[in-house]
């Protein structure tokens, strides 16, 4: 009998007998916890979302600061890009490879060089630059002695910005045994993304008359 007797002790509202104030006390106490509890997950969250901020941060900064070591052409030297901006040494044998592509030709090598050349050319300006070498390639059909040499320049500087590089040149053009000389700029336009030059326009401006 006294074994029935716990277990239907046991089975009872614990508050049964115990004064009001017992009940409020925990139940204050509880939400007490509760809220503890809350504040706790609360703080964990915001610390996750800190850490996952600054984790991404790093990996961004890692990323602008990597070096990506670029030899194009078969070329050597301190060639590099970090994040989108290349070295100096990397520009200047961009230029003389685009220079040379671009503007040293004749009938029996353009096509080749054209080719290679639109291999650098961004899809947005893909169809314009190969409008505009397929007009070359148009005047070489009607000309075959036709043949153009283009040196850069010595005594001018090469500049450039982040998006244009204007490099002086002298432009020799032969026909027939007939040689003339031109002076003015190649205007490169380009982007470097993920590590890759892009070649986004080119063209010729102020050519003067010949010179002698």
């Known amino acids: 009998m006294a074994l029935f007797s716990r277990d239907k002790d046991a089975g009872q509202d614990p508050l049964v007998g115990k004064p009001a104030s017992f009940g409020i006390h925990r139940y204050l106490q509880g939400s007490a916890n509760l809220f503890e509890e809350n504040r706790l997950l609360k703080f964990a969250i915001l610390g996750t979302l800190g850490v996952t901020a600054v984790l991404g941060m790093l990996l961004y900064t890692s990323g602008q600061n ?47 060089q054209f080719q290679e050349l639109l291999s650098l050319a961004h899809p947005s300006a893909y169809n314009s630059l190969r409008d505009s070498l397929n007009a070359i390639l148009d005047e070489l059909a009607s000309n075959p002695t036709l043949s153009i040499a283009t040196y850069i320049r010595t005594d001018q500087p090469v500049t ?3 998006t244009e590089i204007v490099v ?13 000389k031109f002076r003015g700029n190649f ?9 890759r030059f892009w070649l986004t326009r080119l063209s010729e401006e102020k050519f003067d008359a010949e010179t002698h």
Do not use: H
């Not at 901006?85 to 044998?93: C, K, M």
């Not at 205007?187 to 590590?195: L, Q, V």
């Open 66 to 112: 990597q070096r990506t070591v670029i030899v194009p052409f078969g070329s050597g030297g301190d060639l590099y890009v970090t994040g989108n901006s290349p070295s100096p040494q990397y520009l200047r044998t961009m230029t003389r490879n685009v220079v040379s592509l671009a503007g040293t030709y004749s009938a029996y090598s353009a096509d080749r």
């Open 187 to 195: 205007r490169i336009g380009y982007a470097i993304d993920n590590g």
């Open 160 to 162: 450039w910005t982040k």
């Open 168 to 180: 002086p040149v002298e432009k020799v053009r032969i026909i027939g045994g007939v040689i003339r």
